[in-house]
């Protein structure tokens, strides 16, 4: 298992798409903290940027890779490996590699212009960020068989995580406004890994909006020490659940 | 001709230099006669000065009612023990310096005071400090009273907290240079005219920076308020000027920077408001002018209700608010020209500084918010900017009204 993910990692790191991923991440953390002066203006900028970048990346370069490895695959599964360790491997290979671009494109200069406890919090959510959408381009990669299927149900993934579950969650907000949604938002915003992460950062950064009895409801939630616990939880559901579905397909799934 | 004027200058300088051996100068002591403020008081006559040396003196409100000059030497207390207020001025023409007054009683019929000046004129209050009582300094039917350099912290207890420095049906009162911590509201004026506050610092207080109601002609200058549990509160007064005030982090759900109701004809300029949940909130006030502040880093820079009409909003700064201006209808008759607004992006192509395209302040979620409250909980999603970014070009909800017509490219120094 971990010398397949070795071998992927070594493989990835060759062919310098990552490498330009950190360099992105790196160009864009280093600029928004050198033309702002407020750090934590920064860290808004950097949290809005990354709830759309490191998703993106992590699930369409997931699944391409996985697609453009389907050969090596086969090979692999003609010799005495488990299926699972097969998927474990190309998991851990192209997950660490993906995290490591990250860690060091975003983790290193937030800890060295923002360091803190919202620096660390958006590092952590960054990186599970990356893993739940690592696990989902695996979904969607062993559920389809067409290179252009699986990076198109990758794509649809990201799309729907970023842009039409907000707009759903306003439709709803408009069409039940009369009735008190507080609780149950909470509730929606665990079906979304991205609102998750926004959440929890948001609540670090601009409290100052957060006004009246919701945003002070949201607050007491996500800003105490079990909402934290619930978030951070929900989110390694999310990267969890998806990984042990892809396993379960791709052991039976015929190559 | 000239004994005549020689004779009237001998008389002069004659009752000059009389006067002067007069008024004499009483030493309090303790140890030696006489041993208290209140029997130096009842041995004294108009125009003498009472000197009290260092040591604590017990004062259950000693009652200043002669012209007299009091100065403490080397900072004595006056100590009401909880009993009863500290010091009462009923004469014009006093100066209180130098003492730290404390411990007055608190209660709930009376307001009992560390210092109170009542049915007074030309009283100066200078270089005091008052610690722990009820009310610090209670001015009252009042004229021409200067409250000067003073430090007045209060008990911090919020069921029995007083206010700081509190003026009552006065005029003419200066309050300069003073601190004011943990009291209920650190100045507090009511039915106050023509006076001016200049240079304190109000934080840390239970309720109100400054709080002041039906007092009009006055003017606040050059004092910071900071990190106070419900900001500043103006309300129901004219022609009011706060001008190079600070207010900074007053945070925290419904707490303002500024709230101002019905105010009229003010002028509100040159002020800082930076970390404010809500930097201005304001409701049924006419005809003000707001110009040359800065607004940076608040959650709302502006709430302004649709009761209010005829303000001018010009030559502002508006830096990393989170929502610049929100309004619960249409905002009608108030004017929003040359500011400077961060989330502009507009062109200026004839390079002359002012945007040729109109900023729309007002956000479409801002307005989504007003009225669905619930969605903050989709701020800062892509969906939101996305939207935002189309309103902007294509406004549809939001009030056609407020616009600024002519942004500014760059930042004004302020």
């Given at each position: 298992m971990f010398k397949i993910a070795k071998y992927i990692a070594l493989d990835i790191i060759k062919s310098k798409v990552v490498m330009a991923y950190t360099l992105l991440l790196m160009a864009i953390c280093i600029s928004v903290f050198l033309t702002d002066a407020d750090v934590t203006k920064g860290l808004v900028s950097i949290t809005t940027i990354m709830l759309i970048i490191v998703p993106l990346v992590s699930v369409v370069y997931a699944t391409t890779y996985y697609f453009n490895a389907a050969e090596f695959t086969e090979l692999l599964v003609s010799q005495p490996i488990s299926r699972k360790n097969i998927l474990l491997g190309k998991y851990i290979g192209i997950s660490s590699s993906i995290l490591s671009a990250f860690l060091i494109g975003v983790g290193v200069p937030v800890l060295l212009f923002a360091f803190g406890s919202t620096g660390i919090i958006l590092i952590l959510t960054g990186s599970l960020l990356t893993l739940c959408f690592i696990s989902l381009a695996f979904l969607a990669s062993v559920a389809m068989r067409d290179k252009a299927k699986g990076i198109g149900l990758a794509l649809m993934i990201w799309f729907y995580c970023s842009i039409i579950f907000d707009g759903l969650v306003l439709v709803f907000l408009y069409a039940l406004s009369d009735y008190p949604l507080e609780k149950v938002l909470i509730a929606i915003t665990a079906f979304n890994p991205i609102d998750l992460a926004r959440i929890l950062v948001l609540l670090q950064l601009d409290i100052a909006a957060l006004m009246g009895y919701t945003g002070a409801l949201f607050q007491d939630f996500f800003g105490s020490g079990f909402g934290i616990v619930f978030s951070f939880g929900l989110l390694m559901v999310w990267f969890v659940v998806p990984l042990i579905i892809s396993l379960r397909v791709f052991r039976k799934k015929d190559l | 001709m000239y004994l005549l004027r020689y004779i009237i200058y001998f008389t002069l300088s004659f009752f000059i230099v009389f006067g002067n051996a007069q008024a004499k100068t009483i030493v309090v002591k303790s140890g030696a006669k006489p041993q208290s403020l209140k029997e130096a008081i009842a041995m004294a006559q108009n125009g003498d000065t009472i000197v009290v040396q260092k040591g604590i003196y017990a004062s259950h409100n000693t009652v200043v009612n002669k012209s007299l000059t009091i100065l403490g030497k080397n900072r004595p207390v006056l100590d009401a023990q909880f009993k009863d207020e500290v010091l009462t001025v009923t004469a014009s023409n006093v100066k209180i310096e130098g003492f730290l007054l404390r411990n007055s009683k608190t209660g709930d019929l009376r307001d009992y005071a560390g210092l109170r000046i009542f049915g007074a004129s030309n009283v100066h209050v200078n270089d005091n400090i008052l610690e722990n009582n009820f009310f610090g300094i209670y001015i009252s039917d009042s004229h021409r009273v200067s409250v000067t350099n003073n430090k007045v912290t209060g008990n911090n207890n919020r069921r029995q907290a007083g206010n700081g420095i509190q003026a009552w049906k006065s005029d003419h009162i200066t309050i300069t240079g003073n601190q004011v911590t943990a009291h209920r509201d650190g100045i507090y004026f009511e039915f106050v005219q023509n006076s001016h506050i200049k240079d304190n610092s109000s934080e840390k207080n239970l309720r109100y920076g400054l709080h002041f109601m039906f007092s009009n002609d006055n003017s606040y200058i050059h004092n910071q308020f900071k990190n106070n549990q419900a900001g500043v509160a103006v309300m129901y007064s004219k022609r009011i000027k706060m001008q190079y005030n600070q207010f900074n982090e007053n945070w925290g759900s419904s707490i303002y920077g500024l709230l101002l109701k019905?105010?009229?004809?003010?002028q509100i300029a040159h002020n800082t408001f930076y970390k404010n949940t809500s930097a201005i909130f304001m409701e049924s006030c006419n005809r003000n002018k707001i110009y040359s502040n800065s607004f940076s880093n608040n959650g709302l820079a502006l709430r302004v209700?649709?009761?209010?009409?005829d303000n001018n909003f010009t030559l502002n700064n508006f830096k990393g608010n989170t929502f610049d201006v929100t309004t619960n209808g249409d905002l009608l008759e108030n004017h929003f020209a040359h500011n400077y607004w961060d989330k502009y992006e507009g062109y200026d192509l004839n390079k002359d500084g002012i945007g040729d395209v109109p900023f729309r302040p007002v956000s479409l979620y801002a307005q989504i918010m007003e009225r669905i409250p619930q969605s903050v909980i989709l701020m800062r999603s892509f969906i939101v900017n996305l939207l935002d970014k189309v309103e902007r070009s294509i406004p549809s909800i939001t009030p056609l009204s407020v616009k600024d017509d002519s942004p500014q490219m760059k930042p004004w120094k302020i």
């Amino acid at each position: 298992m971990f010398k397949i993910a070795k071998y992927i990692a070594l493989d990835i790191i060759k062919s310098k798409v990552v490498m330009a991923y950190t360099l992105l991440l790196m160009a864009i953390c280093i600029s928004v903290f050198l033309t702002d002066a407020d750090v934590t203006k920064g860290l808004v900028s950097i949290t809005t940027i990354m709830l759309i970048i490191v998703p993106l990346v992590s699930v369409v370069y997931a699944t391409t890779y996985y697609f453009n490895a389907a050969e090596f695959t086969e090979l692999l599964v003609s010799q005495p490996i488990s299926r699972k360790n097969i998927l474990l491997g190309k998991y851990i290979g192209i997950s660490s590699s993906i995290l490591s671009a990250f860690l060091i494109g975003v983790g290193v200069p937030v800890l060295l212009f923002a360091f803190g406890s919202t620096g660390i919090i958006l590092i952590l959510t960054g990186s599970l960020l990356t893993l739940c959408f690592i696990s989902l381009a695996f979904l969607a990669s062993v559920a389809m068989r067409d290179k252009a299927k699986g990076i198109g149900l990758a794509l649809m993934i990201w799309f729907y995580c970023s842009i039409i579950f907000d707009g759903l969650v306003l439709v709803f907000l408009y069409a039940l406004s009369d009735y008190p949604l507080e609780k149950v938002l909470i509730a929606i915003t665990a079906f979304n890994p991205i609102d998750l992460a926004r959440i929890l950062v948001l609540l670090q950064l601009d409290i100052a909006a957060l006004m009246g009895y919701t945003g002070a409801l949201f607050q007491d939630f996500f800003g105490s020490g079990f909402g934290i616990v619930f978030s951070f939880g929900l989110l390694m559901v999310w990267f969890v659940v998806p990984l042990i579905i892809s396993l379960r397909v791709f052991r039976k799934k015929d190559l | 001709m000239y004994l005549l004027r020689y004779i009237i200058y001998f008389t002069l300088s004659f009752f000059i230099v009389f006067g002067n051996a007069q008024a004499k100068t009483i030493v309090v002591k303790s140890g030696a006669k006489p041993q208290s403020l209140k029997e130096a008081i009842a041995m004294a006559q108009n125009g003498d000065t009472i000197v009290v040396q260092k040591g604590i003196y017990a004062s259950h409100n000693t009652v200043v009612n002669k012209s007299l000059t009091i100065l403490g030497k080397n900072r004595p207390v006056l100590d009401a023990q909880f009993k009863d207020e500290v010091l009462t001025v009923t004469a014009s023409n006093v100066k209180i310096e130098g003492f730290l007054l404390r411990n007055s009683k608190t209660g709930d019929l009376r307001d009992y005071a560390g210092l109170r000046i009542f049915g007074a004129s030309n009283v100066h209050v200078n270089d005091n400090i008052l610690e722990n009582n009820f009310f610090g300094i209670y001015i009252s039917d009042s004229h021409r009273v200067s409250v000067t350099n003073n430090k007045v912290t209060g008990n911090n207890n919020r069921r029995q907290a007083g206010n700081g420095i509190q003026a009552w049906k006065s005029d003419h009162i200066t309050i300069t240079g003073n601190q004011v911590t943990a009291h209920r509201d650190g100045i507090y004026f009511e039915f106050v005219q023509n006076s001016h506050i200049k240079d304190n610092s109000s934080e840390k207080n239970l309720r109100y920076g400054l709080h002041f109601m039906f007092s009009n002609d006055n003017s606040y200058i050059h004092n910071q308020f900071k990190n106070n549990q419900a900001g500043v509160a103006v309300m129901y007064s004219k022609r009011i000027k706060m001008q190079y005030n600070q207010f900074n982090e007053n945070w925290g759900s419904s707490i303002y920077g500024l709230l101002l109701k019905e105010i009229l004809d003010s002028q509100i300029a040159h002020n800082t408001f930076y970390k404010n949940t809500s930097a201005i909130f304001m409701e049924s006030c006419n005809r003000n002018k707001i110009y040359s502040n800065s607004f940076s880093n608040n959650g709302l820079a502006l709430r302004v209700l649709s009761n209010c009409q005829d303000n001018n909003f010009t030559l502002n700064n508006f830096k990393g608010n989170t929502f610049d201006v929100t309004t619960n209808g249409d905002l009608l008759e108030n004017h929003f020209a040359h500011n400077y607004w961060d989330k502009y992006e507009g062109y200026d192509l004839n390079k002359d500084g002012i945007g040729d395209v109109p900023f729309r302040p007002v956000s479409l979620y801002a307005q989504i918010m007003e009225r669905i409250p619930q969605s903050v909980i989709l701020m800062r999603s892509f969906i939101v900017n996305l939207l935002d970014k189309v309103e902007r070009s294509i406004p549809s909800i939001t009030p056609l009204s407020v616009k600024d017509d002519s942004p500014q490219m760059k930042p004004w120094k302020i």
